[in-house]
């Protein structure tokens, strides 16, 4: 089993940039693939990002490309989602999570949650 905890999200303008971490408790945690999920108020979560166990590989839905990048310190037990060049279609609650399968595209595979973080982008 693992916890995650997010944070770094906040009110920002467009155009800024904001970083993201999961932090994860367990000793387990490299063996899980982490992905990035956002809710935008009204509207379904989306998988907006993910990475691999190892980090070699990662997924991006075509809205961020280009403009976030996901990595992970296994060390440090944590994910970052680097998010730049901030659009006001960016704010939603940002959540991340955790699963066992290699296909981190595979939505049935997140298993853990964390609370969430919220981002706000202003015009």
């Known amino acids: 089993q693992v916890v995650l905890v997010e944070s770094g999200g906040g009110l920002v303008q467009a155009r800024d940039s904001l970083r993201l971490s999961c932090a994860a408790s367990g000793s387990t945690f490299s063996t899980y693939g982490i992905g990035w999920f956002r809710q935008a108020p009204g509207k379904d979560g989306v998988l907006i990002a993910a990475?691999?166990?190892?980090?070699?590989?990662?997924y991006y839905v075509d809205s961020v490309k280009d403009r976030f990048t996901i990595s992970r310190d296994n060390a440090k037990s944590t994910v970052y989602l680097q998010m730049d060049s901030l659009k006001p279609e960016d704010t939603a609650a940002y959540f991340c999570?955790?699963?066992?399968?290699?296909?981190?595209?595979?939505?049935?595979?997140?298993?853990?949650w964390g609370q969430g973080t919220h981002v706000t982008v202003s015009s």
């Open positions: 999570s955790a699963t066992v399968l290699g296909d981190i595209t595979a939505l049935r595979g997140y298993t853990y």
């Open positions: 990475i691999t166990s190892s980090g070699s590989r990662t």
